[in-house]
């Protein structure tokens, strides 16, 4: 796929097509999907439309989404200490995903905010090194 048939981020249906992809690399992931699914026990039905609210926030302006993420993670790193790794291998399949089917101004946009999270939640939420 060329740069031309990639999508940027720069739309709703286009983030929300994103996140769905970059899901099913989170839960086929080995050191995720037990995060995801174990540990956070997220339901997907309420979970995926926070995160598509979130994304919209954060490359479009959109106003949907209100919640404090560093507060779920706190709670989450309550549970199970979240690793270092762990934000490294979110991050990977974060790019990856974009490196799959979308590019643009947007979509490095997303690039950049992911890294900063990831680089934020690792800071934050210390632990030692599984």
Partial sequence: MTARERRDLDSRENIEAFVDLFY??????????????DVAAIDLAVHLPHIKDYWCKL?????????????????LHGKQPLQAG???RWL??????????????RTERARQVAASIAAN????????ER
């Fill in 24 to 37: 099913q690399h989170v839960f086929d992931d080995e050191r995720l999907a037990p995060i995801f699914l």
């Fill in 92 to 105: 990977e399949l974060f790019n990856t995903t974009l490196d799959e089917g979308f590019a643009g101004e």
């Fill in 121 to 128: 939640m690792a800071a934050n939420l210390p632990a030692k």
């Fill in 86 to 88: 762990d934000f490294r």
């Fill in 59 to 75: 490359l479009l302006g959109d106003k949907h989404y209100r919640r404090h993420t560093m507060n779920i993670h706190r709670q």
